[in-house]
Nanobody, 127 residues
Framework: QVHLVESGGGLVQAGGSLRLSCAAS????????VGWFRQAPGKEREFVAA????????YYADPVKDRFTISRDSAKNTVRLQMNSLKPEDTAVYYC????????????????????WGQGTQVTVSS
């Protein structure tokens, strides 16, 4: 088990940028794939981006491709989500999550396969 804490959320105007961080403690973080999910009011939690433990395998949801970049700093046990060209529809609570992965290419896009979750950070994009 790893403990995850998100930070970096806030209020930004459309077209702006934010960088979210997910700091991990406990467990061996290098054995985990990490994903970002988001949940807007009245909507289901949806996949945003994920990265394998080597940092090479990355997946993005179609709505955020070419705007968001996921990366990890193994030395700091941190995964970041750089969000550019933000749109009002990106407004949501953003959660980071982690699951154990034997292979570096094993990266899930399904929230049900993640068993470690942070508390979430609010991102609000004004028009």
């Amino acid at each position: 088990q790893v403990h995850l804490v998100e930070s970096g959320g806030g209020l930004v105007q459309a077209g702006g940028s934010l960088r979210l961080s997910c700091a991990a403690s406990g467990g061996t973080f290098s054995n985990y794939a990490v994903g970002w999910f988001r949940q807007a009011p009245g909507k289901e939690r949806e996949f945003v981006a994920a990265i394998g433990w080597s940092g090479i395998t990355r997946y993005y949801a179609d709505p955020v491709k070419d705007r968001f970049t996921i990366s990890r700093d193994s030395a700091k046990n941190t995964v970041r989500l750089q969000m550019n060209s933000l749109k009002p529809e990106d407004t949501a609570v953003y959660y980071c999550a982690a699951h154990l992965a034997y292979y570096s290419t094993t990266v899930s896009q399904k929230n049900t396969e993640y068993d470690n979750w942070g508390q979430g950070t609010q991102v609000t994009v004004s028009s």
